[in-house]
């Protein structure tokens, strides 16, 4: 006769729940009553999270595939009950961004993850036998997550990793840490209502740079899904571990004299002001053709845009910048203004009733610090040139080889083709905002960490696999 274990019960009592619309006491209750002690994935040290992880791991590994496809179905219903909470909770402790947009974060995230879907078999049969190819899990993996888009990259990371079974430690940014924390327990009650074992995603009630460092260097850990900014992408590759790196941006746009103007600005606003500038595929600078400038910026003021008068620009650049060169070279950021609403920055030059407007426009030369300045705030600076050729020419230079994100809007199929040849981004978008490029008004999957300094790209459950082959030789041949 065979034992029924608790877990089991409680995989039967979640379904049931699920069936009947009934919510669980576990993700009904207050964020400090998540859980026992110990299994809501929060632990005081690096090394206890990464244990727990460990062990998750290794009971998760047993469990087979249809708990894994319980599990992700659990946190992304989870995380729907929950993403205006944690959008806002995102809001207020970071003092970054828009509550609505950080929402339509959360909702994408979500959605349009993949799940287990993503891992397919290869099979080959013939005289000498059968091969057979699974992606498999590495095991634990050590996430760094940014302030910027907090929640939305802890959910995407989490289906991603778990959907490829592997149990994740996150540190997330410190400024970011109470909403970081709220999550994982949300994902960690998800998880084990659906059968699945507690800790399978952990983390540090305090992330520091030091956690950071030491989560980094784990023994117990395998694999890194660092996201963030230049520093943090630097230290995970001082790292002897394969680091899945998501790296700066600094998405250029060019415009050429064919675009349907209008189309390109309300789509350029669309994107540059999302979450007021914070996403790293969010559009940073226009280049655009002369001939066609003038209507270009009356479309995106138009469209929500505030075009800088000239005395207006230059109080701009003394409050957004510490410091400024406009010889081709970035400038140095004033943090405070970092994701700001562009009706606050207005009015903190003394323009007044711009509360409507989602983005700051600025004409200027090609060679304005703006240009050249992954800046994260809702401040567009618009660059006149020549001709397309030109445009894609500083459009490249502008991009810092980043290899991230870029767009161009044009109705020449020739120019959309050259361009994306010769600036080699992880996402490249023709026609919409760079949003598009990561499945909202677009096609296809998203995600928030997009690794484009090791490769990857959009990081899905299949770049966080590893694959291993069976090979039978001379058997397993039914023909």
């Not at 002690?37 to 290794?58: M, P, Q």
């Not at 520091?208 to 117990?220: C, D, F, K, V």
């Not at 606003?269 to 226009?286: P, Q, Y």
């Not at 070279?329 to 903190?348: E, F, R, S």
Request: proline share 5%.
């Amino acid at each position: 006769m065979r034992t029924i274990k608790e877990r089991d019960i409680q995989a039967i009592i979640a379904r049931v729940r699920h069936k009947v619309g009934e919510s669980s006491p576990k993700s009904a209750a207050p964020p400090a009553a998540l859980g026992r002690a110990g299994s809501d994935g929060v632990h005081t040290t690096v090394d206890a999270a990464v244990a727990a992880a460990r062990k998750a791991f290794l009971e998760y590994r047993s469990q087979g595939l249809e708990v894994r496809h319980r599990v992700i179905d659990s946190i992304r219903s989870s995380m729907r009950k929950h993403a205006r909470e944690l959008a806002e909770m995102a809001h207020r402790e970071t003092g970054l961004g828009r509550a609505e947009d950080k929402l339509k974060k959360n909702n994408l995230v979500i959605e349009k993850t993949p799940g287990p879907e993503d891992l397919q078999t290869q099979t080959w049969t013939g005289d000498r036998g059968l091969t057979l190819t699974e992606p498999a899990p590495f095991g634990v993996i050590g996430a760094i997550t940014p302030t910027t888009n907090p929640t939305a990259t802890i959910i995407n990371n989490t289906i991603a990793g778990v959907s490829a079974g592997n149990a994740i430690v996150f540190n997330a940014h410190p400024n970011a840490k109470a909403v970081s924390v709220h999550t994982i327990r949300l994902i960690n009650a998800a998880i084990t209502d659906a059968g699945g074992p507690s800790n399978l995603v952990t983390c540090v009630p305090e992330p520091t740079i030091e956690s950071a460092q030491t989560l980094m260097n784990h023994p117990g850990v395998r694999i890194l899904l660092v996201t963030g900014g230049p520093g943090v992408v630097e230290e995970a590759r001082k790292t002897t571990k394969r680091g899945i790196l998501a790296g700066p941006g600094n998405p250029p746009v060019v415009v050429d004299e064919t675009a349907d103007l209008e189309l390109a600005g309300r789509e350029i606003v669309r994107g540059a002001s999302f979450d007021n500038n914070l996403i790293c595929t969010d559009e940073k600078e226009v280049f655009v053709v002369a001939s066609v400038a003038d209507e270009l910026l009356e479309s995106m003021v138009a469209n929500g845009g505030y075009l800088l008068g000239e005395h207006e620009l230059g109080k701009i650049e003394r409050l957004i910048f510490t410091q400024a060169a406009h010889d081709g070279t970035p400038a140095k950021i004033n943090p405070k203004w970092i994701g700001q609403n562009a009706g606050d920055i207005l009015a903190a030059i003394g323009v007044r009733n711009a509360d409507d407007r989602r983005l700051v426009v600025a004409d200027v030369p090609v060679n304005h610090s703006l240009i050249w300045t992954e800046q994260m705030m809702p401040v567009m600076p618009v660059a006149r040139v020549p001709d397309v050729d030109r445009a894609i020419e500083l459009a490249v230079k502008a991009e810092h080889g980043c290899c991230h994100t870029a767009s161009v809007f044009t109705r020449n199929v020739e120019v959309i083709t050259r361009m994306a040849r010769e600036i080699d981004v992880s996402i490249f978008v023709a026609n919409a905002a760079t949003l598009a490029g990561l499945g909202d008004g677009g096609e296809g999957f998203t995600s928030f960490s997009i690794a484009s300094p090791t490769g990857e790209g959009l990081t899905r459950p299949r770049s966080l696999s590893r694959e291993r082959r069976l090979a039978v030789a001379g058997g397993l041949r039914i023909v």
